[in-house]
């Protein structure tokens, strides 16, 4: 009697779970599109690891301010006039911010008044994505740190997480601050009231071959590519230039580097 | 049992609250809506699945894009017939339904469904 009463317990729990974990399934509902059904565009650029190179020798205030407003236009990013409400995906940076860890009392003037480019590192090592409790934030096999808005739940724990500041919180209906209420690329979404938002290296523009705004912006100041290649334009540069990334030795991996 | 008088009538009136709305619109049920389509949507003929699947599974289908095409990166959707299309509410699906507020608004108002695709996802056609 015991043992049969102790093997429907087992039997009874085992299916316990197996109808809970069926019936999950079903709630979470995710409605596969079958793989030969989603496929990727033809022109689609792919890498191993996506990454930038900032020449900072060639950047002026001016070529940053060009860069940053393709970037944000395109993007449906709106401009704000209250410092803490900011959203950016792309801005300048005084040096010492930028690169808070080389401190120098005695830094060259140029390098000092240097007007650094700053944007998410799409780090090889993301702590963002470690802190984020939905998943929102995640990293793609080509590296980059890319968000699903739709699972964003504005806790802001990657805001805590991310070392660079990277990331900006709306506060407010981002649609509130744009022209008639209208986003300035109707082809790009816009975001909402309670979600984080940041860089997204262009996913949408390298699923169809082409390069970020910012590149294309940058005239000539800004490399993007696929640091895994070791013949790509990217690494070359690397190769022949001296380049430092921000924080660094904190682990995170930044797949942004500056020539300064 | 004293008290039996007053629990039937509590019970009465408590079903008849609970009831009130049933009773109370029975016979006022609306129509469901009848769908119009826009010209463009008329041109093109036909959708990417077949109508009646659309209507009952096209919140399904956009979630599933929304999976291909953030996390996995594959944004082309491939129709049974061959066709490709770029998986993007308002770049394919409102290209043809340009007309929103007939077209989706008038039957998810009428479902009482609030969905907040367009808190993001912007209307290409709205004026
Ligand atoms: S820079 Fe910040 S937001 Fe970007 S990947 Fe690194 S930790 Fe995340
Ligand atoms: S704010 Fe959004 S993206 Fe950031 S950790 Fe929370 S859920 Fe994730």
Redesign the pocket.
């Known amino acids: 009697m015991k043992e049969s009463r102790r093997s429907f317990l087992k039997i009874a729990g085992v299916s316990a779970l197996g109808v809970t974990a069926a019936s999950n399934a079903h709630a979470i509902g995710e409605y596969f599109i079958p793989s030969e059904q989603a496929i990727k565009d033809q022109k689609v650029s792919t890498a191993d690891r996506w990454g930038m190179v900032i020449d900072t020798r060639k950047l002026t205030h001016e070529l940053n301010e060009k860069i940053a407003k393709s970037c944000h236009l395109n993007h449906n990013v709106p401009t704000l006039e209250n410092k803490n409400h900011e959203i950016k995906w792309i801005w300048e940076e005084h040096y010492e911010h930028a690169f808070t860890q080389q401190p120098n009392e005695f830094q060259a003037e140029e390098t000092a008044h240097a007007p650094i480019l700053t944007l998410c590192n799409h780090c090889d090592n993301p702590p963002c994505v470690q802190?984020?409790?939905?998943k929102?934030?995640f990293q793609r096999e080509d590296g980059i740190v890319l968000?699903d808005f739709h699972?964003?739940?504005?806790?802001?724990?990657?805001?805590a997480a991310c070392p660079y500041g990277s990331r900006s919180f709306n506060f407010r209906d981002p649609r509130d601050a744009m022209e008639d209420g209208k986003p300035t690329n109707p082809e790009f979404p816009t975001r909402t009231k309670g979600?984080?938002e940041k860089c997204n290296f262009c996913a949408e523009r390298l699923a169809v071959g082409k390069d970020p705004y910012c590149v294309e912006a940058s005239e000539g100041a800004l490399v993007f590519g696929d640091l895994s290649d070791e013949n790509s334009e990217i690494r070359k540069v690397l190769k022949e230039n001296y380049t430092i990334r921000r924080k660094a030795s904190l682990g995170t991996g930044p797949s942004v580097f500056y020539i300064v | 049992m004293k008290d039996k008088g007053k629990i039937i009538a509590g019970v009465a009136i408590f079903a008849a609250l609970v009831s009130f709305p049933f009773w109370y619109n029975t016979g006022t049920a609306k129509p469901a809506p009848e769908l119009i389509l826009a010209p463009e949507a008329k041109a093109a003929v036909t959708c990417i699945l077949p109508k009646d699947q659309m209507a009952k599974e096209h919140m399904q289908l956009l979630d599933g894009w929304r999976n291909s095409v953030v996390r996995e990166g594959q944004r082309v959707y491939v129709a049974e017939d061959g066709k490709k299309y770029d998986m993007s509410l308002s770049n394919t699906c409102l290209e043809c339904h340009t007309n929103k507020a007939d077209f989706c608004d008038k039957c998810h108002d009428y479902a009482a469904v609030n969905p907040y695709c367009w808190d993001c996802h912007v209307n290409p056609k709205e004026k």
């Open positions: 802190a984020c409790p939905t929102a934030t968000m699972r964003c739940i504005g806790c802001r724990f990657c805001m979600v984080v």
